[in-house]
């Protein structure tokens, strides 16, 4: 990956996340991370 090689990306969810991804600002995308990775965000 460090040398810009492709990455394999299964799923057409995990495909759609991965374009959103590129266009969208790097904080929005960190702010979405945040949410996510806050503690009890975990879905039952």
């Known amino acids: 990956m460090m040398r810009g090689d492709g990455d394999v990306v299964s ?3 995990n495909k759609l ?3 959103i991804a590129t266009i969208t600002p790097s904080g929005l995308l960190a ?3 945040r949410k996510m ?5 975990a879905k039952s």
Not at 37 to 41: L, M, N, Q, T, V
């Open 11 to 13: 799923g057409w969810m």
């Open 37 to 41: 990775a806050e503690p009890g965000s």
């Open 17 to 19: 996340q991965t374009a």
């Open 31 to 33: 702010e979405a991370h």
